[in-house]
């Protein structure tokens, strides 16, 4: 079963299990923000040590993966503000599904 069929059961739309699995989702980007400020934070010293050897050429080489690193990092920022919006929003959302159907139920739809 995947993660979109878990919120809905039986074309019911379930706001706890969504709430539920968007607060697992914030907690996992939490997560791997933590591991790639560390990594960044490690390769950024890489580069440091490079460029006190008098090895420059080599610096721009590594710079990228650090840029790549902040721009994934940029991303999932985003997504994780979604998320956390989605929450605080889900008794709105969930109002709206009520009333959508208790108009579709009372004409007949």
Known sequence: MSMLDSIFTMGAFKGSKCKTLLKLTISRINLLRNRR????????????????????????IRVEPIIREEKMMAAQEIIKLFCELVVVRLPIIEAQIISYRMHHLNHGH
Request: proline content about 4%.
């Open 37 to 60: 400020e560390i990594h960044i934070k490690q390769m950024r010293r890489d580069i440091a040590k490079l460029l006190e050897t008098s090895q420059e050429a080599t610096a721009p």
